[in-house]
Structures are given as structure tokens and as C-alpha cells.
Antibody, heavy 114, light 112 residues
Framework: QVQLQESGPGLVTPSETLSLTCAVS????????WSWIRQTPGKGLECIGH???????NYNPPLKSRVTISVDTSKNQLSLKLSSVTAADTAVYYC????????WGKGTAVTVSS | DIVLTQSPDSLAVSLGERATINCKSS????????????LAWHQQKPGQPPKLLVY???TRESGVPDRFSGSGSGTDFTLTISSLQAEDVAVYYC?????????FGQGTKVEI
């Protein structure tokens, strides 16, 4: 059974960098595409970006300049870095497997506030 | 970027009745090289992450009740719940995974 578990700081200071990880169990991270998605009350579900099984990344254009997605195969985990955060980045962040997102993590809530 | 527009934004359906949700894409998500529509449907209940119901536009995910079905091709897609049950109250999202930048529809809230 494949399971994903997001983790990271629940509170981030404006202008700082948000860093999250997604621990993957039950599947090899190097065998699939992986995505980060976030959800805010005002904007619904938003794809942040994804990384392919060959390590190629694609980012949502409005976020592209601030986002880095990577994988650590030794730890079998996915990472997200979002720089220069503002209150608009307050959201629940999810990781998911495959383009059609067949497995989701439970999500981690992030608040951007001083 | 491809924009997905769902209709309606919300609907109320009696128990046992049919619910139909539409998703229109601003451009085709049918990939000619494999003849597959890169379109999925997800269900989200309060306090939970989304759950995959349908992928490739019409393939039901394992374990999903057969009252859920997806149809359509190109730019127009439909999710049908043939006989609404109380546990189907949720928000439903279409999502495409065509090309480099993937997006979701705005969601459709289904109530009894």
C-alpha cells in the first residue's frame, strides 16, 4: 500500500522560504511522476508543479520563479521549496503520485504570518 | 495554460437520483500519439484530501463504486453518479494532466 506523508513548518514568516517534504512508502520514488498541489479557500486546488521519473520538472507559470521541486532517492522523499512567501501562500499543501494523482498525502497546513 | 470550467458550481440531487457534472477544457486534452484523454475526476470530502475516482476520462479507479462513471473526449467531459448515495456528498473536481502545466476545475459541490 502506497502512502505519502507531508511534513514541514506550520508557520512561515513572510519573505522567507517554505520547505516541505513528502515521505513516500510502498513505492519507489524514482519510478513515478510526483506532484505538489495546494488548496486555499479562495482558489480551490492549484497544481504547484511536478517532477518526472527522469527528474524533469515543470512548474505552474505564476509560481515558476519561486518554486523548486526535487527528489531524494536515498530517502525516498519528495521536496518542495517556495521562496519569498506571502500571505497568499497560506494553504494546505499536498503531494500526489502520477499525473492523474492516484495517491494523495493527507496534506499539511501552512500559514504565512509574522 | 489549459483552463477547465466545471458546471454547475453546485447541485442538489435527491437520494437515488442521477447527478451529472460537466467539465469543459479550453483546449483538447486528447493526446494523438496514444489516443488517450488526459483527464481525471477527484472527490473531496470535508477535512480530507481529494480521492481519485476516474482517470483517462473514463477508467474507474479500483475500489470506486460503479455508480460513478466518466465520459467524454477532447474538450468536453462528464462525471455521472447514477444513483446518489448519502456518502457521495462532496466536492468534485476535474483535473487534466496533459502537457507541462496541469490544472484543476473550480469544483462542483454536490448536496442532497
Amino acid at each position: 500500500q502506497v502512502q505519502l506523508q507531508e511534513s514541514g513548518p506550520g508557520l512561515v514568516t513572510p519573505s522567507e522560504t517554505l520547505s516541505l517534504t513528502c515521505a513516500v512508502s510502498g513505492a519507489s520514488i524514482s519510478s513515478y511522476y510526483w506532484s505538489w498541489i495546494r488548496q486555499t479557500p479562495g482558489k480551490g486546488l492549484e497544481c504547484i508543479g511536478h517532477i518526472s521519473n527522469s527528474g524533469n520538472t515543470n512548474y505552474n507559470p505564476p509560481l515558476k520563479s519561486r518554486v523548486t521541486i526535487s527528489v531524494d532517492t536515498s530517502k525516498n522523499q519528495l521536496s518542495l521549496k517556495l521562496s519569498s512567501v506571502t500571505a497568499a501562500d497560506t494553504a494546505v499543501y499536498y503531494c500526489a503520485r502520477r499525473g492523474y494523482m492516484d495517491v494523495w498525502g493527507k496534506g499539511t497546513a501552512v500559514t504565512v504570518s509574522s | 495554460d489549459i483552463v477547465l470550467t466545471q458546471s454547475p458550481d453546485s447541485l442538489a440531487v435527491s437520494l437515488g437520483e442521477r447527478a451529472t457534472i460537466n467539465c469543459k477544457s479550453s483546449q483538447s486534452v486528447l493526446y494523438s500519439s496514444d489516443n488517450k484523454n488526459y483527464l481525471a475526476w477527484h472527490q473531496q470530502k470535508p477535512g480530507q484530501p481529494p480521492k481519485l475516482l476516474v482517470y483517462w476520462a473514463s477508467t474507474r479507479e479500483s475500489g470506486v463504486p460503479d455508480r460513478f462513471s466518466g465520459s467524454g473526449s477532447g474538450t468536453d467531459f462528464t462525471l455521472t453518479i447514477s444513483s446518489l448515495q448519502a456518502e457521495d456528498v462532496a466536492v468534485y473536481y476535474c483535473q487534466h494532466y496533459y502537457g507541462d502545466s496541469w490544472t484543476f476545475g473550480q469544483g462542483t459541490k454536490v448536496e442532497i
